[in-house]
């Protein structure tokens, strides 16, 4: 067992071969769908987990946490880092669109190209609806802010009613202990799974359809790289951790999050992978959740990009005040966006509608879609990682590295 190789080289190899893979099936005009139930399974493995690692892991966080006022200053705390995070993220991807002008030059038919507004509920309903009806519903639909909502409370209960809670206690704690070890069974698959994402995109991503786009994907890495650089690295090396081995230790949920393009997907592992790094178990079992549903720095720096990109295509002006503007909506898009393949393509028609950009644009940049929704989602799970490993630092003063969560 010692001798095996661990598991992220592992995936890495699977997502090496899956690129390989997939294009020689570009070439030789294979079809490479056959490829998409090996993906679909992983996928739908490391989503079936979430929602009860989620459930007790949150429970047991909540019911250890001895004074309520802990956890009231840990969210204070995580939610001004996402809200400034996210800010950030927008303003690289406006800065650097605004050099780079990705959109420029560009002209692209928008006949036949149609794209459906999405209707972004208003706060108030937001907010209401982080209440669960009913908690099993929660459950069973999978909605991640009304299970945290609910587990938090289950939690504070169980550690008000003290010993006649013990029991209970113990048999919470078991089964968040039962789930990290499940997760950790579904990631022996990780490598297949990945290796059969990876070929998919590829066959079907070719360079025809990237080179018009070309430029507009090379700003979207470009800004995701500042990010990591001057955002996520600086909060890292503040919480006490080397920026390498911070990088080494997240290669799991990163490459889950950039072969399936869904944060969701990444989130037990991310989970497992902060609390090896140092996150306490109470700030990340809170917070990486959380900022699995609402902090998506990833999908904003795509959002402030991608305005700016199709502006340019039809010649819209962007004084700063729009920008500004921009900056505004993209931060509540990003927000309002899921952990799901493509869910900021679909949130950024309010951007767009908002500040006068024909929704056409949409369908353009659908192109391409993939391919900077892998970038996205790998920030959007670094995000919420520094995020819990910030907090934990601020909360405890350092880093509790647990080398007991071999999920990741
Ligand atoms: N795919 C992204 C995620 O799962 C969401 C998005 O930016 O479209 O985090």
């Not at 018009?212 to 994907?217: D, E, Q, R, T």
């Not at 959002?303 to 931060?331: D, H, K, N, R």
């Not at 900021?344 to 993939?370: C, H, K, N, S, Y």
Request: charged share 10%.
């Amino acid at each position: 067992m010692k001798n095996k190789m661990s598991l992220p080289l592992q995936m890495g190899i699977g997502m090496g071969l899956g690129i390989i893979v997939g294009l020689i099936f570009q070439a030789a005009n294979l079809d490479a769908s056959w490829f998409k139930p090996l993906g679909q399974i992983f996928i739908t493995l490391i989503r079936m987990v979430v929602v009860p690692l989620v459930f007790f892991t949150l429970i047991a966080g909540a019911a250890s946490v001895k004074d309520v006022s802990t956890l009231g200053r840990v969210a204070t705390k995580t939610l001004i880092y996402y809200i400034l995070t996210t800010g950030l993220a927008v303003a690289i991807g406006l800065i650097l669109a605004n050099i780079f002008q990705p959109g420029l030059g560009l002209n692209i038919s928008t006949e036949n190209l149609t794209a459906k507004q999405a209707n972004v509920p208003p706060l108030v309903k937001v907010l209401m609806d982080i209440i669960p009806l009913n908690p099993i519903d929660a459950l069973a639909q999978g909605k991640m802010l009304q299970i945290i909502f609910f587990a938090l409370l289950f939690g504070f209960g169980l550690s008000m009613i003290g010993e006649k809670g013990a029991t209970l206690s113990r048999a919470v704690d078991g089964c968040a202990e039962t789930m990290i070890k499940v997760t950790a069974m579904v990631m022996l698959y990780a490598p297949i799974g990945v290796f059969a994402l990876m070929a998919v995109t590829v066959a079907s991503h070719g360079v025809q359809v990237l080179l018009p786009l070309i430029k507009l994907v090379f700003v979207m890495y470009l800004a995701s790289l500042c990010q990591i650089l001057f955002v996520y690295l600086p909060c890292i090396k503040f919480a006490g951790l080397k920026p390498k081995d911070f990088l080494k230790g997240m290669l799991s949920p990163l490459i889950i999050a950039f072969t399936t393009c869904s944060s969701a997907a990444a989130l037990s592992t991310n989970m497992l992978s902060s609390q090896k790094l140092g996150a306490s178990k109470t700030v990340s079992s809170f917070s990486i959740p959380l900022g699995n549903t609402i902090n998506m720095d990833g999908a904003a720096i795509y959002m402030g990009i991608s305005a700016i990109f199709a502006a340019e295509i039809y010649g819209i002006p962007l004084p700063l005040s729009t920008q500004l503007t921009i900056l505004l909506l993209a931060v509540m898009a990003s927000i309002g966006s899921m952990g799901v393949p493509g869910a900021a393509l679909v949130m950024i028609t309010m951007v767009f509608t908002q500040v006068g950009i024909p929704l056409e644009a949409v369908a353009i940049v659908a192109g391409v879609d993939r391919i900077m929704d892998m970038a996205r989602t790998t920030i959007n799970v670094l995000g919420d990682a520094t995020g819990s490993l910030l907090v934990t630092k601020l909360e405890d003063g350092q880093l509790t590295p647990d080398n007991q969560s071999e999920a990741a």
